[in-house]
């Protein structure tokens, strides 16, 4: 009898173990808010999900790592082999920089700015940098470099780690104009990626701005610039600027202190 009752104990707590099955969920109320309607879906709501459902425009194939690490459909505008898609900013002469045997390239000091052959408009750029492990200077005199979108405004490129500066003027900033979202810098003397996308503004006919231009910018995979609005040139001393303007440059910056800020794998797909 006792052995029979064993048994009836386990058969219960087995069926009480019983994975329980999920309640039927609460029948959506007639009146439950659905919010206005997009402007594109107007008419009769369809009923099967084929009716939602397209098939063209096919995107187009894009290999990810489809040149050394850029993708297939990229420009690839410095890979470490040379300069032959940059010049001087100041004579359009050719670059001077170091090219190192590493595949990157450093400043030359007090040898001014470089850019890009082509003009570029809206663009995803991607660009690998890095500041000297020895370090020099404070403040903003610590491997001070920028990236120019048109060639015109500026996203800081800076040695922060232990050197505080103004926040508008920090690392991964967009200079004087917008704070990161956050500092996402690797170890001094390591690599850091900047992934931007740069929308360029719009200007009418009598040269006045319309739109303004965007700047995303990922630090390091880490969003530091969430589509800021530009709202001008990005100057050292003064209020932003809009001028009127078409395509432009990619400039890299020479702040003329012994920067000895390096590059690596640039590369910008048009937008
Ligand atoms: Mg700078």
Not at 22 to 36: K, L, M, N, Y
Not at 64 to 78: E, H, M, R
Not at 164 to 183: D, E, R, W
């Amino acid at each position: 009898m006792y052995k029979y009752l064993i048994t009836l104990c386990v058969l219960v707590a087995a069926v009480s173990c019983k994975p329980q099955a999920p309640a039927d969920p609460e029948p959506a109320s007639e009146e439950a808010p659905v919010g206005i309607v997009h402007e594109e879906y107007q008419g009769e709501e369809p009923t099967k999900p084929e009716e939602t459902e397209l098939y063209e425009p096919v995107p187009p194939t894009v290999d990810p790592f489809g040149q050394d690490g850029a993708p297939s459909d990229a420009i690839v505008l410095f890979d470490g082999s040379g300069f032959s898609e940059w010049i001087m900013t100041r004579d359009s002469s050719e670059v001077v920089w170091h090219l190192n045997p590493d595949g990157s390239m450093t400043v030359k000091d007090k040898t001014g700015d470089i850019q890009t052959r082509q003009n570029f408009g809206s663009v995803q750029l991607h660009i690998e940098w890095r500041s000297p492990a020895e370090v020099q200077g404070g403040n903003q005199s610590r491997a001070n470099s920028g990236i120019f979108l048109n060639g015109l405004y500026e996203v800081q490129v800076l040695d922060n780690n232990d050197n505080p500066t103004y926040v508008n003027g920090q690392v991964a900033s967009v200079y004087k104009q917008h704070i990161p979202l956050a500092k996402a810098s690797v170890p001094t003397g390591e690599w850091n990626t900047y992934d931007i996308i740069y929308h360029m503004p719009e200007f009418n006919d009598a040269g006045a701005k319309i739109k303004s231009g965007t700047l995303t910018v990922i630090h390091n995979g880490v969003l530091v610039q969430d589509h800021v609005e530009l709202k001008g040139t990005t100057p050292y001393i003064g209020w932003p600027k809009n001028p009127p303007h078409g395509k432009g440059p990619l400039i890299l910056q020479d702040h003329g202190d012994n920067s000895r800020v390096s590059y690596r794998n640039i590369w910008v797909r048009e937008l």
